[in-house]
């Protein structure tokens, strides 16, 4: 007997994306960023996207986690319609399942690596907020400075506090915008070791902007976007997905 006859496949699917366009509104023009993309990609699956500066892959990445609600189309996370939860269960869905690694790091410049890592440990309510923050910043290598404040750390280092940060949740699905390019050729190759385990070990699902080819080519997914406009790199062909 086949289970997959029973199941629905709508919960496959940790991102669903419809008909999704973007712009906005700069007085007395309208500046169109994204156009009719449709995306969907399965859970535990990792997927890379590339594009130009400008092309909106930073802007996709930010209505894929929530963090903004797109002009038109929808979003579904684990099946939930993001545009249809309030600003306040957004926020809330993404503390427990969401990670987001973003291109500028925001870390909080006040607090030292070690607390910028506990802050989502600790507003999910779980435990061992220390311990779990000292083993990831171990594992991204920083476990000498874990004392320093953001101003005290180079670019790569406040983007592996970053990426510890993402981690420390266990997030169901992981958002990254360009989470080696600050790095060298030898702690980008371990941070993609660290994502990749995290994707095989704990199923978590991979959504990230990149060019890091090596990064990319781990990946089972391949996006592009040009202009706004998606495609799917496959094999053979290039499939566009947007309308
Ligand atoms: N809030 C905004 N108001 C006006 N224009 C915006 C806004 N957000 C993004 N844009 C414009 O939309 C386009 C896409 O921006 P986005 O940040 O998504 O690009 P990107 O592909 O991530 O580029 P990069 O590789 O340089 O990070 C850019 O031309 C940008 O100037
Ligand atoms: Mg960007």
């Known amino acids: 007997m086949s289970t997959d006859r029973q199941r629905n496949p709508l919960n496959d699917f940790m991102i669903k994306v419809e008909n999704l366009s973007h712009s906005v509104d700069l007085g007395t023009d309208k500046l169109s960023i994204l156009q009719q993309v449709n995306l969907d990609i399965r859970k535990g699956e990792s997927a890379a996207i590339v594009g130009r500066s ?3 892959k930073t802007t996709l990445l930010g209505l894929l986690a929530g963090l903004d609600i797109p002009s038109s189309g929808t979003v579904s996370m684990n099946g939930h319609l993001i545009s249809a939860l309030s600003e306040d269960e957004r926020a809330s869905l993404r503390s427990q399942r969401v990670g987001f690694v973003f291109q500028s790091f925001q870390l909080l410049p006040a607090l030292t690596a070690i607390e910028n ?3 989502p440990i600790e507003l999910a309510g779980l435990s061992d ?3 779990k923050a000292e083993a990831l910043l171990q594992r991204v290598g920083l476990g000498d400075r ?3 404040t953001p101003r005290q ?3 790569g280092e406040q983007q592996r506090v970053a990426i510890a940060r993402a981690f420390a949740v266990e997030p169901q ?7 080696t390019g600050n790095l060298d050729t030898r702690t980008g190759e371990a941070i993609t070791e660290l994502l990749m385990t995290l994707n095989r070990e704990q199923g978590t699902t991979l959504v990230m902007v990149t060019h890091d080819q090596q990064l990319a080519e781990r990946c089972q997914r391949h996006f592009v976007i040009e202009a706004g406009v ?3 790199k496959t ?3 290039t499939e566009v997905l947007s309308a």
């Open 54 to 56: 400008g092309s909106g």
């Open 117 to 119: 890592v506990m802050l």
């Open 146 to 148: 874990m004392q320093h």
């Open 129 to 131: 907020a220390k311990s």
């Open 153 to 155: 750390l180079s670019g």
């Open 173 to 179: 699905v992981l958002f990254a915008d360009e989470p």
């Open 230 to 232: 998606l495609h799917e």
């Open 235 to 237: 094999d053979n062909t």
